[in-house]
């Protein structure tokens, strides 16, 4: 934003330092930032993780060079989790703000942590292929794959919630609740988790206790001719009861009993228990003998199945480890940029493909870190290239050339050795490809006379104007001149 006086930047105030001016529509701006940084930090002191979130989104929708607000939202989103993502907020802070920016000691403790990146790198992977799993039905080993990650991160609110969902698909409504539980405990006010304890409750609410216990009146009956028994103080003449000796000889009786029970019955009894013993025995035995037939079948399963498995996980593994490769090397290059080792992180761009970047925070570090690193290293990688020609190392020469092309496609001389390295190689149809695009998009190159006699040789004329190959990056129309793309040689 620029001063409406004398059109001086204000960068993050809303007095112009240079004539005094002030912006009104500026401090408007910068007072709705700061308080929606003042609701962000209210809601992370109370764990509300993700409205503190929302609040500092806000501000740096209203004013994106409030570094607090910033370094505090790459803060909020380490403790949930997303290391990629504070990273991100932490560099733009950087890219602001340079002097006395906290943000720089924050990305110094995690580039003097390399353990903690490499665990970063293994959680995403971890996460990305229990998604796989979800999406191929798999609950199971999605499951495994998601208890990994919250081991490794605790804090991981993505994960917690997944795993939520997978017992509560399963019905497994205790675990659900457990796992859910611990999401909250991390971030308490978070919708996504906060709608999913809901939804178990209704699957799985615990009924309230229907309380029916009825009182029991006590009723008194009031004689009026009361009894009254008198308590006898003398040594009258007792009877012996008779009560005594029945039961006597009742127990006299039933020992008798016991004992012919015990001398004829038992016997016999036992004698019938033995061989209903010895033919279960005999059953036990021939049922044991099956079952460890099928479980020598079973193991022998297993033992495929598992095989299987491996071969299957190392598949799926290593898709995902392509998929994680451009953020661990956009990190890296981030980590030698902040170092000033320009050539280094110039050097770990130019290996990143730009379509594999989908995230649009990924893609602004990428975009800074390239533009600022292309002069270092493309005239090295293209004069590196052009020395593999020589050597006769023509796939070298097509890797190094796609490398220059990515950090700066103006280099025509990169399209005319790529032409020339799959002519080499016998590829004339990507071969006629680049030399025609040669033609089209760099029309000022000192190579196209040379391209249009290769296209001659190669029978190959027509069509020049149309051609489409599929470039790495857009052409520019005009094309550069061979002085600064490095078409000396």
């Known amino acids: ?96 703000q340079q002097e006395n920016n ?40 999605a499951i495994i794959e998601l208890k990994k990650v919250v081991n490794l991160s605790p804090t991981y609110i993505r994960a917690y919630q997944l795993l939520g969902l997978l017992y509560m698909q399963r019905k497994q409504y205790a675990a659900a609740r457990k796992v859910l539980t611990r999401a909250v405990k991390v971030d308490r006010n978070n919708m996504a988790t906060l709608s999913y304890l809901k939804e178990l409750n209704k699957l799985h609410g615990k009924p309230d206790k229907a309380q029916n216990s009825k009182k029991e009146d006590m009723m008194r009956i009031n004689d009026p001719n009361p009894i009254v028994i008198e308590e006898s103080t003398g040594q009258g003449y007792n009877d012996y009861s008779t009560g005594f000796l029945s039961f006597i000889n009742v127990l006299i009786g039933i020992v008798i009993g016991a004992a012919v029970i015990w001398l ?64 661990t090397k956009l990190i890296e290059a981030v980590s030698k940029y902040l170092q000033n080792d320009l050539e280094g992180a110039g050097q770990l761009i130019a290996d990143i493909e730009p379509a594999a970047i989908t995230d649009a925070q990924e893609k602004k570090i990428y975009s800074i870190v390239k533009e600022a690193t292309k002069d270092s290293v493309t005239e090295d990688m293209f004069y590196a290239a052009i020395d593999e020609f020589e050597n006769g190392n023509y796939v070298d020469v097509i890797d190094g050339m796609t490398r220059v092309m990515r950090m700066d496609d103006s280099y025509s001389g990169a399209v005319f050795y790529m032409g020339r390295a799959y002519q080499m190689l016998g590829d004339t149809v990507n071969a006629a490809g680049y030399y025609k695009r040669l033609i089209q998009s760099y029309p000022d190159s000192r190579y196209v006379e040379d391209a249009r006699t290769y296209l001659e040789q190669l029978g190959d004329t027509n069509n020049v104007e149309a051609v489409d190959i599929g470039s790495t990056s857009e052409t520019s129309d005009t094309g550069q001149d061979d002085d600064n793309s490095g078409d000396d040689n």
Not at 72 to 92: F, H, N, R
């Open 1 to 96: 934003m620029n001063c409406l006086k004398c059109n001086m930047p204000l960068e993050n105030h809303y007095k112009c330092p240079h004539c005094g001016y002030v912006d009104k529509v500026a401090r408007k701006i910068i007072y709705s930032s700061n308080w929606h940084y003042n609701q962000g930090l209210a809601k992370a002191r109370v764990r509300d993780l993700s409205g503190a979130a929302g609040s500092l989104s806000q501000a740096l929708k209203y004013n994106k060079r409030n570094t607090d607000a910033r370094n505090l939202l790459g803060l909020i989103y380490y403790q949930m989790g997303e290391i990629v993502s504070a990273l991100s907020e932490w560099v733009i802070s950087v890219h602001f």
């Open 102 to 141: 906290p943000a720089s000691g924050y990305i110094q403790a995690i580039q003097n942590n390399p353990a903690k990146l490499r665990e970063a790198n293994k959680v995403i992977q971890k996460y990305n292929l229990a998604l796989n799993y979800v999406q191929e039905n798999n609950a199971d080993m």
């Open 264 to 327: 004829l019955i038992v016997p016999s009894i036992t004698k019938s228990k033995a061989a209903e013993y010895n033919q279960a025995v005999v059953e036990y035995s021939a049922q044991i003998s099956e079952r460890n037939k099928n479980i020598d079948e079973l193991q022998k399963q297993v033992q495929e199945l598992q095989t299987q498995l491996s071969q299957y996980e190392a598949t799926v593994g290593d898709a995902v480890n392509d998929a994680g490769v451009s953020e």
